[in-house]
């Protein structure tokens, strides 16, 4: 089992940045990839980025390419997540997930066994 804790929510202004970290501890085989999604009220938890841990390869859902970066260090085991230029449709509560293996494909909750308690990011106008 891994254990994921995600920080660095909070408000931000349309436009501004914010970093979420997730921390991973226990086994680091099923933390190989670590991911982020998000879920706003009444609506499915959505894909929004993840990376492989080892080769640092990473994926990035549609609404947030070119905007969102998700980095890793391997020295203390987390996977953060530096979002710029948010705009009111990104606040939702941000998710934190860990996976030992890659299917190929589009990523989706499911694949992940592993999941943070989340983390809030509000952004106002």
């Known amino acids: 089992q891994v254990q994921l804790a995600e920080s660095g929510g909070g408000l931000v202004q349309a436009g501004g940045s914010l970093r979420l970290s997730c921390a991973a501890s226990?086994?680091?085989?099923?933390?190989?990839?670590m991911g982020w999604f998000r879920q706003a009220p009444g609506k499915d938890r959505d894909f929004v980025a993840a990376?492989?841990?080892?080769?640092?390869?990473?994926w990035y859902g549609d609404s947030v390419k070119g905007r969102f970066k998700i980095f890793r260090n391997n020295y203390n085991d987390t996977a953060d997540l530096q979002m710029s230029d948010l705009k009111l449709e990104d606040t939702a509560v941000y998710y934190c997930?860990?996976?030992?293996?890659?299917?190929?494909?589009?990523?989706?909750?499911?694949?992940?066994?592993?999941w943070g308690r989340g983390t809030q990011v509000t952004v106002f106008a």
């Open positions: 990376i492989n841990r080892p080769f640092g390869t990473t």
């Open positions: 997930a860990a996976a030992g293996i890659y299917n190929g494909g589009s990523w989706s909750a499911a694949d992940f066994p592993s």
């Open positions: 226990g086994r680091t085989l099923e933390s190989m990839y």
